[in-house]
């Protein structure tokens, strides 16, 4: 039976998460979808999705301080190519370095860096905060069924820049472009909670369980 980890690392309440992958593992019925931050558990999972909300050092400082958690994330997902989703921070962790507060290292899975929201035009506010529409730069399979127009809910006032702009599948506009949604191989992440994006999330998070990289 398929497992799906949430993983849980003391960044972010997880229960809306949890909530909504289970929906649509039930739906589907793609198998169990577990919260956890044992390792071991991380080690044997046929997914892994990786929330984060707060600032950047500390969700890399707060997961790091889990012992062996991130080394059973990075051999599932860099060498046995386990499927990863990470969202909100999770997403950000991907780049090569986050520079809110102070650079800090990230995963380097997905090159770039995450930096300051900075509206073209100032009467904007940040951070960018509430619904935005999606514009989809590249095909992908978790993207399926979701287009141009589509909503999405953003909570964020750092956003990450791709150094490879087919890496970055989506993007929302906001007096400049917002990196939404990048991927490669068999990682994706989303700058957006598909948990909290309605009809939007729900599609995508039942298409990266359907996903086989």
């Known amino acids: 039976m398929s497992l799906t980890v949430l993983v849980d690392y003391d960044s972010g309440n997880l229960h809306s998460a949890q909530k909504a992958f ?8 793609h198998g169990t ?47 046995r190519a386990v499927p990863f989703l990470g969202i909100c921070i999770g997403m950000q962790m991907l780049a090569t370095r986050g520079l809110e ?15 300051k929201i ?11 905060m509430g619904w935005n529409d999606l514009v989809v730069d590249h095909t992908h399979p978790v993207l399926e069924g979701v287009q141009t127009g589509d909503h999405a809910y953003f909570v964020h006032s750092f956003h990450f820049t791709v150094a490879n702009p087919a890496e970055r599948l ?3 506009d906001y007096a400049g472009e917002i990196t939404a949604i990048v991927g490669r191989d068999n990682i994706v992440g989303t700058q957006f909670h598909p948990e909290k994006s309605q009809r939007t999330g729900l599609r ?9 990289p």
Do not use: Q, Y
Request: with cysteine; charged share 25%; hydrophobic share 45%.
């Open 33 to 79: 979808v577990v919260v956890t931050s044992e390792p071991d558990v991380v080690a044997r999972a046929d997914r892994i999705v990786l929330p984060g909300d707060g600032a950047f050092p500390a969700c890399r400082a707060a997961l790091i301080r889990h012992t062996g958690l991130f080394e059973a994330i990075d051999e599932a997902v860099t060498r």
């Open 101 to 115: 507060f102070e650079p800090t290292p990230g995963f380097d899975w997905i090159g770039g860096e995450v930096v």
């Open 170 to 172: 989506a993007h929302a």
């Open 204 to 212: 995508l998070i039942a298409n990266f369980l359907n996903w086989k």
């Open 22 to 29: 289970e929906r649509m593992a039930r739906e589907a019925g």
């Open 118 to 128: 900075t509206p073209s035009d100032p009467s904007l506010k940040v951070p960018h």
